[in-house]
């Protein structure tokens, strides 16, 4: 069932056809009723959260349900045994140290003349964080997308997520959210959740910058309120490229490709190997995983409709292929996987080596795990610290400074046909003139 | 005809109305025939970029001619005199000066264990930058996009723009082009332009990252292409608020009012100052410069609209007002400018002191004049570097360092019910015991 494919030309078709796997979606339609919810919820505030709630997770709630409450938040501790505390506790420690690297920071810069230029580095306001709810409610997404908006230094972070079904928000979640220093969550979710976000309503405040993962309906109400406000980035279904040689583990890499494909029908999981032999033992293996898969049907799905193996002729091949794709996750299970970095031009996270699984960086490792997908990584990075943060460039000009290069300006200045710009400069240095 | 409000709701209302002043405008009707020209040059190719071209800049070119000629590029060198020539290369080199500060760099870390995180970062493959024609051919725009990507060492950068009256494109934004890096002009404008960059055509090939300003139709054509490619921001009117005191000359903050305001009908110019003399006397000066304006009309019309004096109580309530309104440019034209910064929390751009009109910036302080419009600034910065580098996270684990890490991931992956995850480090886990 997971074909394998020998010819470049082939493959480079395949690995197109994959990446472009949800371009086909009816989206216009879709958008039609996301734009109405946005408006809706942009003129009526909860009374619109409400009624969609109840339209579209049959879940009737009241205005004062809207907000978590704080003995629903201390609940969720007795709720989640001291393992998982443990583990999500190692999580965030982990995740902070790494967002608090190279986080940029305010600079000025005296030039001659009394010059000075710089930037001033400001965390937003307030920042939003959509988490869904369901089969891909996790507590892990919270931490990743919380911790840089925490090390960025945002002031109030809220959190907004489906009101779940009986047994209510996933208390797994509550507790990340909590260890990660959001204390405002919301019991919304889908459209309506990011029209409360970017507009706000009387219940939920406004803020500056959406980020998180959602179903199509989330990330289209994302794309129609950007410029609004700020968002992370349009995410797709996730994938992995794996670039495996023959000291690679067949059991391994089939696991970390049934890892990806798990995930979602939509995921895409491709292994691009010189060794033939490792192709067919991988498709065995990841046949044999399939039967007693706890998550078969889907996992299946995927793997029929986006599981790809390629046979390549040499790892620089399963490189250059690589970068036509621009995976979100890249594996090198290779021998020399810092050899190969240096090929490769677009790739979300690059995981090095044949005891660094991708699960590595979806839970502890530190670096985001929120990336670019569907080619993206072509222009786009992982969510950071730098979602949270702006900057203003500093600019002060001394009289001799403006003297020195008024003629300069006032010359593109009125080549450009602006006179006031030309004015500007011109009637202070004519003022210069009379002070000397 | 500029008027003084020294009421604080009065001056908050107007100051929401300025902000919000794009928001009408009936963007749905114009966004289905956006649409419509992206698909069909996304279907036609070249042809369809002919039969836009023809229709709405009422030109008729051949598919030869979309891409500007050498001997073109080379004859805009005879159409600008030295003067102009100089300032362009004056401002390269500043811009080029400031945008390599602080660019960002590949890092790894090594920790214990062999454990290896780091960035890696690297530029786009290919950059597409869009120039308004008309009015608005601006070379300083050329500089401003163009720059920030050869910094960022983007091997291949496109410009496209309007095909322009009979005269062609102005000869000052070809020479610009040149000195920024730029080899490949095609002459196309609108939604055709920015379908070709994201789609390409047999004679466009198709970009990463598209940058620059445009009309509503361009913008509208960026938001819908995002995702598709990575763009700079959706760029509305320009702005400047200045904070006055009264050591400040009426007849500079009036200029610089003007300077705004004689950008498009659109723009919007406001002061906030607590010298209500000052006030006065600022908006007496507007009116008498207006009176020979080159721009009369449309200044007029900015100023009538979007033109706004707030006598304020103090410089702390005008931070306030200016951080609601995050402005995109603001002057601070009073004493102790550097002691107001700190109380500025959102401006694109911040111009200090008496002698820094925002000319300086816009042609060539150095930072960039492309900046975050509409309140954008609360959560966007200038165009830069970034635009055009993206990053891979990069993560080596050990088998030492996954054997100690193993149980807290298999722990959250369970959490999560993914099954496939907690096998992709339990395998490894068991074969390192194995090992052992």
């Given at each position: 069932m997971l074909r394998i494919i020998t010819q470049r030309a082939d493959a480079e078709a395949e690995l197109r056809r994959i990446c472009d796997r949800?371009?086909?979606?009816?989206v216009v339609h879709k958008e039609a009723t996301v734009r109405e919810v946005l408006q809706t919820v942009k003129r009526q505030g909860d009374r619109a959260l409400l009624h969609y709630t109840a339209e579209f997770d049959q879940k009737t709630l009241k205005v004062e349900e809207l907000r978590v409450s704080g003995s629903e938040l201390d609940a969720a501790y007795q709720q989640v045994n001291k393992d998982l505390l443990d583990a999500i506790q190692l999580a965030c420690r982990q995740i902070e140290a790494f967002h608090r690297q190279r986080v940029p920071k305010s600079w000025v810069q005296f030039g001659t003349d009394d010059i000075v230029l710089g930037k001033r580095y400001t965390p937003v306001d307030r920042a939003g964080i959509y988490i869904p709810g369901?089969?891909?409610?996790?507590?892990s997404t919270v931490l990743m997308n919380a911790i840089p908006a925490k090390v960025a230094g945002v002031p109030r972070i809220a959190m907004v997520t489906p009101p779940g079904s009986?047994?209510?928000?996933n208390p797994a979640v509550l507790v990340a959210a909590q260890e990660a220093g959001i204390q405002e969550i919301y019991r919304v979710g889908g459209a309506q959740a990011i029209a409360a976000l970017a507009y706000g309503t009387e219940t939920i405040p406004k803020v500056d910058v959406i980020t998180g993962p959602g179903n199509i309906y989330v990330t289209l109400a994302k794309k129609l309120v950007y410029g609004t406000v700020g968002i992370d980035s349009l995410a797709g279904p996730s994938e992995v490229l794996i670039i495996a040689d023959s000291g690679a583990n067949p059991i391994h890499v089939a696991t970390d490709m049934l890892a990806q494909a798990?995930?979602?029908?939509l995921a895409a999981a491709i292994l691009l190997t010189p060794d033939s032999a490792l192709a067919r033992k991988v498709a065995a293996e990841v046949e044999r995983q399939l039967?007693?898969?706890?998550?078969r049907l889907l996992t299946e799905k995927a793997i029929a409709h986006y599981g790809l193996v390629v046979v390549v002729s040499s790892l620089a091949e399963a490189a250059e292929l690589s970068n036509q794709f621009a995976p979100e996750h890249l594996e090198?299970?290779?021998?020399?996987p810092w050899d190969l970095v240096n090929q490769i031009?677009?790739?979300g996270a690059i995981f090095l080596g044949y005891?660094?699984?991708e699960a590595v960086g979806d839970y502890?490792?530190?670096?985001?795990?929120t990336l670019p997908t569907s080619g993206a990584a072509r222009y786009a990075s992982a969510l950071g610290v730098e979602t949270f943060l702006k900057h203003s460039s500093l600019i002060q000009y001394s009289p001799t400074a403006l003297n020195k290069m008024g003629n300069a300006i006032i010359t593109l200045a009125e080549t450009e046909g602006l006179n006031s710009h030309a004015d500007s400069v011109r009637l202070r240095i004519e003022n210069r003139t009379d002070d000397a």
């Open positions: 949800t371009q086909d979606e009816q369901g089969r891909a409610a996790y507590p009986e047994k209510g928000i798990e995930h979602d029908p039967v007693n898969h706890p998550r090198l299970e290779i021998t020399e031009r677009h790739a005891s660094t699984p502890l490792a530190g670096p985001n795990h």
